[in-house]
T-cell receptor, first 116, second 114 residues
Framework: NAGVTQTPKFRVLKTGQSMTLLCAQD?????MYWYRQDPGMGLRLIHY???????AKGEVPDGYNVSRLKKQNFLLGLESAAPSQTSVYFC???????????????FGQGTRLTVV | AQKVTQAQTEISVVEKEDVTLDCVYE???????LFWYKQPPSGELVFLIR??????QNEISGRYSWNFQKSTSSFNFTITASQVVDSAVYFC???????????FGTGTRLTIIP
């Protein structure tokens, strides 16, 4: 039971470098999310997807891009990393929201990213 | 727009005391789900409970209980006889049915003092 797997778990980038964070889920969930967690600010939604081939902006999308080419994968890209993007990134997945259906989100272990 | 407010940033209690974590939400959806998650020092996010807006029955699970009051838009979480292992950050979250966004509060850091 892998659930939600994030790769990598840790990364240090130099300002201006690019990278991609990979999220994979094996629960056949329709919805997937990328959040960032910063001290005192809780979990803020970056981008999300309601199905293969679709993505949408969350509350803090600037500086990030996403793609969902396959239902099980959701990629988060940083084209030109900045120190303000130093954070812990969480991916989550869940079923489509319907009445009387379990719809809690399952989270990956997180990726700690430092931009120097 | 939907919003979740956890006004308590940090709480410290002595072991075996009871503690209540507050959550107030705003939503335009008529039907929605509320959640509580726990984030222990190890960092993972652990699902605790889900409530839907059309079922206001409160719930008790061991030392945990939840009080959902639609009239005051609150979904509070109480730990009875707290233990050191309860030390964690607790998040409240909201999702409207038909609304894909899952919105979290800023979290409450709970410290149980032995």
């Amino acid at each position: 039971n892998a659930g939600v797997t994030q790769t990598p778990k840790f990364r240090v980038l130099k300002t201006g470098q690019s990278m991609t964070l990979l999220c994979a889920q094996d629960m056949n969930h329709e919805y997937m999310y990328w959040y960032r967690q910063d001290p005192g600010m809780g979990l803020r939604l970056i981008h999300y997807s309601v199905g293969e081939g679709t993505t949408a902006k969350g509350e803090v999308p600037d500086g990030y891009n996403v793609s969902r080419l396959k239902k099980q994968n959701f990629l988060l890209g940083l084209e030109s990393a900045a120190p303000s993007q130093t954070s812990v990134y969480f991916c989550a997945s869940r079923r489509q929201v319907r009445i009387k259906m379990n719809t809690e989100a399952f989270f990956g272990q997180g990726t700690r990213l430092t931009v120097v | 727009a939907q919003k979740v407010t956890q006004a308590q940033t940090e709480i410290s209690v002595v072991e075996k005391e009871d503690v209540t974590l507050d959550c107030v939400y705003e939503t335009r959806d008529t039907t929605y789900y509320l959640f509580w998650y726990k984030q222990p020092p190890s960092g993972e996010l652990v699902f605790l409970i889900r409530r839907n807006s059309f079922d206001e029955q409160n719930e008790i699970s061991g030392r945990y209980s939840w009080n959902f009051q639609k009239s005051t838009s609150s979904f509070n979480f109480t730990i009875t006889a707290s233990q050191v292992v309860d030390s964690a950050v607790y998040f409240c979250a909201l999702s409207g049915i038909g609304n894909e966004k899952l919105t979290f509060g800023t979290g409450t850091r709970l410290t149980i003092i032995p």
